[in-house]
């Protein structure tokens, strides 16, 4: 039996968030050799409490979930290096990888690599909200309906967003949600709107207020209030954003990975992207951005790399 190279890892999985964990809890169990790098900030953590996951229905704080999926990775003696891959690129058999950490510059090879990296939300520009990672755990901004719009139904919803994408996710909240639905676009024209969309807001009930937003009132552990710049002054329940996200595939796209326009990684029934054995699992997957989604990505992605190791050498990626 051919014997691997002891200092290459079969798979080396980039992002510690609930994806990179479930990968590496399956890699863990099909007893490969792998590591997690994590650069430590996960989207996951800015959850106030997710009621989505199955087997959790009480709810439970997305820190709680990355906490009780480190413990279970724990179990297997993986652990995670708390860093950043700052490069990777091809090599013979497999890959070759910057890890900064510390301060210090390490080089790790990997038949595999595992693009877990998540993706941030563009924040809004809003008056009197200083710190906005704290209104979000706070829930006071809201990032994502799929999520926590049920907890929302029946009250009054702003949307702050524009264009195509923040019409959308306000007809996604008014047909679902709430009959009472403003979609605000600080400011941004909404002209060339879609007429077919346009019309849907308009049978929808949803308004449109394209004034700037010039004040905001917090009252009670939420947004009581806002000011428009005309002076006008609009009450609302929940306020969500809609204004997208940025995926984390720098080094994907470096790689010649494809992409969507928005940025999120195309992958096929393997989780594998169009570079060959550079899997991708989560957020940076052009998929709906949940935590039961990265996770089945993740298995996925994960038994392929496994059942690949079995392989030869010359059926994996070419350098
Ligand atoms: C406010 C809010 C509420 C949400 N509520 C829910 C909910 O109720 N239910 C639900 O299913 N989803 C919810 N989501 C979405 C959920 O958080 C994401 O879908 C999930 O976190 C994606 O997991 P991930 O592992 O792909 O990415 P992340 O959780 O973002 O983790 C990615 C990790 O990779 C690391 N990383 C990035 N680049 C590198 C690099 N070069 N090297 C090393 N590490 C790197 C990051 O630092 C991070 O730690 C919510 C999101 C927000 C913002």
Known sequence: MRQPERDILDCLVIGGGPAGLTAALYLARFRRRFLVVDA???RAAWIPASHNIPFFAEGIPGPEILERARAHLARYGAHLLHGRVAA???EAGGFAAEVEEGGATRRLR???ALLATGAVDVEPDLPDLPDLPDAV?????RYCPICDGYESRGRRIAVIGHGARGAGEA???ARTYSDDVTLLTLGRGMDDLDPALRRRLEAEGVRIVEQPVAALEVQGGRIAALRTGGGEELRFDVLYSAL???YHTE????LGAAHDPSGALLVD????TTVKGLYAAGDVVRAIDQIVVGMGHAAIAATHIHNRCGLPTQEEPEA
Not at 137 to 141: F, I, T
Not at 269 to 272: G, I, L, P, R
């Open 88 to 90: 990777l690129r091809r």
């Open 171 to 173: 007809s996604f909240i």
């Open 40 to 42: 430590g900030e996960p």
């Open 244 to 246: 997208g996200l940025t």
């Open 110 to 112: 990997a038949r595999h």
């Open 137 to 141: 755990r706070r829930g006071l901004v």
């Open 251 to 254: 080094l994907a796209r470096a």
């Open 269 to 272: 029934e393997h989780a594998q």
